[in-house]
């Protein structure tokens, strides 16, 4: 009879303990990745917004997600457009939902002008564009990028090997990116420079500052200023 009763104690044991193991595992769950419930609302919320927003062009929704930081819903969206466009929709609980479609799609339309401009002096340089959308802005689905749009910060990465790359050569080549697009009239902000010696390291360089346009500097200057900064990968292993 001691022995049943001491059986039944502990299966109830072990059920209360299973149950509560399952539900702190549920906790955490819904913790990090949310409501499943709100996530699915979520995908419709996100066409209805951007049917409303930009209304001549149609939208995927490639996932959602849940920010646990914030606790807010959003999603990871494709534009059918001639560059299939990849962007984010936040749904704000206390504010109105955002997008950075415009900011992505002048990306990549300024990078097709750019990339072959930097091949002319860096021939296996690889090119991504940022644009930051200044407070104030107005632009819709049909807009597309122009050299004379003032209202946006625009950083420009160029990354490429050479294995025969020093600090000086690195320095010539990166200013003589600026100096063209310059003279070409692309009124960039920030260029990142990053050169891959392929062996043991990296050449990197941030030249400009967001709120600036049509950076100028020399080689000399660049050099003088220490802002070049080299990533020695033996040294980094250690």
Same mark, same amino acid.
């Given at each position: 009879?001691?022995?049943?009763?001491?059986? *039944?104690?502990?299966?109830?044991?072990?059920?209360?303990?299973?149950?509560?193991?399952?539900?702190?595992?549920?906790?955490?769950?819904?913790?990090?990745?949310?409501?499943?419930?709100?996530?699915?609302?979520?995908?419709?919320?996100?066409?209805?917004?951007?049917?409303?927003?930009?209304?001549?062009?149609? &939208?995927?929704?490639?996932?959602?997600? &849940?920010?646990?930081? /914030?606790?807010?819903?959003?999603?990871?969206?494709?534009?059918?457009?001639?560059?299939?466009?990849? &962007?984010?929709?936040?749904?704000?609980?206390?504010?109105?939902?955002?997008?950075?479609?415009?900011?992505?799609?002048?990306?990549?339309?300024?990078?097709?002008?750019?990339?072959?401009?930097?091949?002319?002096?860096?021939?296996?340089?690889?090119?991504?564009?940022?644009?930051?959308?200044?407070?104030?802005?107005?632009?819709?689905?049909?807009?597309?990028?122009?050299?004379?749009?003032?209202?946006? /910060?625009? %950083?420009?990465?160029?990354?490429?090997? /050479?294995?025969?790359?020093?600090? *000086?050569?690195?320095?010539?080549?990166?200013?003589?990116?600026?100096?063209?697009?310059?003279?070409?009239?692309?009124? %960039?902000?920030?260029? &990142?420079?990053?050169?891959?010696?392929?062996?043991?390291?990296?050449?990197?360089?941030?030249?400009?500052?967001?709120?600036?346009?049509?950076?100028?500097?020399?080689? *000399?200057?660049?050099?003088?200023?220490?802002?070049?900064?080299?990533?020695?990968?033996?040294?980094?292993?250690?």
């Amino acid at each position: 009879m001691k022995n049943t009763k001491s059986r *039944e104690i502990l299966k109830a044991i072990l059920i209360v303990v299973l149950i509560i193991a399952l539900a702190f595992g549920l906790l955490i769950y819904l913790l990090f990745n949310g409501n499943p419930v709100e996530r699915y609302k979520t995908r419709g919320k996100t066409i209805n917004y951007l049917s409303q927003k930009y209304p001549n062009t149609k &939208f995927e929704v490639k996932k959602t997600f &849940f920010n646990f930081k /914030d606790g807010n819903y959003g999603a990871k969206v494709k534009a059918e457009n001639k560059m299939q466009t990849e &962007f984010y929709v936040n749904l704000y609980k206390k504010q109105n939902a955002k997008d950075d479609y415009i900011e992505k799609k002048f990306s990549q339309e300024l990078n097709l002008k750019i990339e072959p401009k930097v091949r002319k002096i860096i021939a296996n340089a690889s090119t991504s564009i940022q644009i930051f959308l200044k407070e104030g802005s107005k632009y819709n689905e049909n807009s597309e990028y122009s050299k004379d749009m003032k209202d946006l /910060d625009i %950083l420009l990465t160029v990354k490429w090997e /050479d294995e025969k790359i020093n600090k *000086e050569s690195f320095a010539k080549e990166c200013v003589e990116v600026v100096s063209l697009l310059n003279a070409e009239g692309f009124n %960039l902000n920030d260029y &990142f420079f990053s050169c891959n010696d392929v062996k043991n390291g990296d050449f990197v360089v941030d030249i400009g500052k967001k709120g600036l346009s049509n950076v100028k500097v020399s080689p *000399e200057e660049l050099l003088k200023r220490s802002d070049i900064r080299y990533f020695n990968k033996a040294s980094e292993k250690k």
